[in-house]
């Protein structure tokens, strides 16, 4: 896996932290689940209590906000790569 990013300055953010990713895509009954274990699978615990969906306003997409506790700067920029190497994820921040 390549980085996106590799030489991108770290942000100025002290680790371990609460941070919260945005992810976006088509709705279906699903794609929560589906976002909050593509976290998941870099962070190891990102408990479904700690998920919250939103749909769009005519429907089609929904918005999921994941927050997990971070240990470093490599594991935040990881799951980023993730989610940027996903084909069900529209957007994120």
């Known amino acids: ?3 996106r990013f590799p030489d991108a300055p770290a942000p100025l953010l002290e680790y371990p932290l609460d941070y919260t990713f945005k992810i976006m895509g088509l709705a279906s009954d699903d794609f ?3 976002a909050r274990r593509l976290v998941a ?3 190891g615990e990102a408990p479904p209590e700690r998920v919250r ?3 769009s306003a005519g429907g089609k997409y929904h ?3 994941v ?3 971070l240990e470093s700067e490599t594991q935040r920029r990881a799951v980023y ?3 940027w190497e996903d084909d069900r ?3 994120y921040l």
């Open 1 to 3: 896996m390549q980085a």
């Open 32 to 34: 929560a689940e589906y």
């Open 41 to 43: 699978r870099i962070v």
């Open 53 to 55: 969906v939103r749909a």
């Open 63 to 65: 918005s999921v906000s």
């Open 67 to 69: 927050a997990v506790r």
């Open 81 to 83: 790569q993730v989610l």
């Open 89 to 91: 994820v529209i957007y």
